[in-house]
């Protein structure tokens, strides 16, 4: 498979792969915590560096969130959906294994945003296609 990140518009082909480079490391945080064979669970330093790499990430895409909107709305914007969902997923697990309030706290914010991102995007999807914008010509 060859990615032409060159013919990205609007010169976004880094973000295209740092929210890439998002989805992987929350998935792998998620996977990680979830094996059996390594204690069931628990939020040891490997964990945490994951997390915290990939909370690195979401507040960079988080601070060029103005650029990254210049964009017309499109399919592409779906590319938010999975990082931001699996992170408040990590952000949860990170939250039980470690048992602490904060972090509960924490985890619940992130599910918020998580949920408030999808929706808009959502909504903002349904309004493109009734006026038949969604997909650029």
């Not at 990140?5 to 945080?29: K, N």
């Not at 790499?53 to 709305?73: G, Q, S």
């Not at 309004?127 to 914008?133: E, F, K, P």
Request: aromatic fraction near 12%; glycine fraction near 8%; hydrophobic fraction near 60%.
């Amino acid at each position: 498979m060859n990615l032409k990140l060159d013919r990205v518009p609007g010169g976004r082909a880094t973000v295209l792969a740092t929210c890439l480079a998002l989805a992987v490391v929350v998935c792998g945080t998620v996977a990680w915590l979830a094996m059996p064979d390594r204690g069931g669970g628990e939020a040891d330093a490997i964990a945490l560096g994951l997390f915290g790499w990939a909370l690195f990430l979401a507040v960079a895409l988080v601070i060029i969130w103005r650029w990254l909107c210049e964009a017309p709305f499109g399919p592409g914007y779906w590319a938010y959906t999975l990082p931001a969902a699996v992170l408040s997923v990590a952000a949860w697990q990170i939250a039980h294994a470690t048992a602490t309030e904060p972090a509960r706290y924490f985890a619940l914010a992130l599910f918020v945003a998580a949920n408030a991102l999808i929706g808009f995007i959502a909504v903002r999807t349904v309004a493109a296609l009734a006026q038949g914008r969604f997909v650029p010509r």
